[in-house]
């Protein structure tokens, strides 16, 4: 099976899968790890590489189950989620308290503080499906506090969402010859969906402080 993706060769997902042959799965599952839980995983293709995963199932070329691999795919999101979450909590605070920098700042800490209190529950939900947020979006919950049990229960959520959510998307398509056949628009459909949830929601709060606002 040929995949096409944007990017260079060594990140598109067929490679990656191909290249590992019978450690696909583990190298799936520290791939996902690193980009839900280490800031250098942002750069990681998660989405292609979950949806490819499941024409992977599909065709046969992943012999495992498709439960089995979607219960290791949510495990290694959530995972890596809690360690991203724990290293802005124990690091976040002292890297962030630096002045003279444009990025690590306290007013990004309690800028970060106040999205979470307004947005929380869903930014982690809606966040799983956004590239690079994914990464980013974890540690930023440990710098601002968020409550450990309340971010590990929607982690969870967000991550049997997007982990088992995609790669079924790309397991149960997977077996229509017109999707075998345009591959690479279809990975760039997952790429601008996996945006959508966020768009749809910046909007809607921008809509309530409209509101707000026109009432005051």
């Not at 839980?37 to 189950?65: E, R, Y």
């Not at 970060?112 to 690079?132: C, H, K, M, S």
Request: glycine fraction near 12%; aromatic fraction near 12%.
């Amino acid at each position: 099976m040929t995949v096409l993706a944007l990017g260079p060769e060594w990140l598109k997902p067929d490679t990656i899968l191909t290249w590992l042959g019978p450690w696909a799965l583990v190298g799936l599952a520290l791939i996902i790890f690193a980009e839900c839980g280490l800031l250098l995983g942002f750069f990681l293709p998660g989405d292609s590489l979950l949806f490819t995963a499941g024409l992977f199932v599909a065709s046969g070329a992943i012999g495992a189950p498709l439960w089995a691999v979607c219960l290791l795919l949510v495990g290694a999101a959530v995972l890596g989620n809690a360690t991203g979450y724990w290293i802005g909590r124990s690091a976040g605070p002292a890297v962030f308290h630096k002045p003279q920098s444009r990025l690590f700042n306290p007013h990004h800490v309690a800028k970060t503080q106040e999205f979470f209190d307004r947005y929380g529950n869903r930014a982690i939900v809606l966040g799983r499906f956004v590239p690079i947020v994914r990464t980013f979006i974890t540690v930023m919950a440990g710098v601002g506090r968020m409550d450990p049990r309340r971010y590990l229960t929607y982690s969870l959520i967000g991550g049997v969402a997007w982990a088992a959510g995609v790669t079924v998307l790309g397991y149960w398509l997977g077996q229509f010859a017109v999707v075998k056949a345009n591959i690479e628009l279809m990975l760039v459909a997952i790429v601008l969906l996996s945006v959508l949830p966020m768009i749809i929601e910046v909007l809607r709060a921008r809509r309530g402080r409209a509101r707000q606002t026109g009432a005051a």
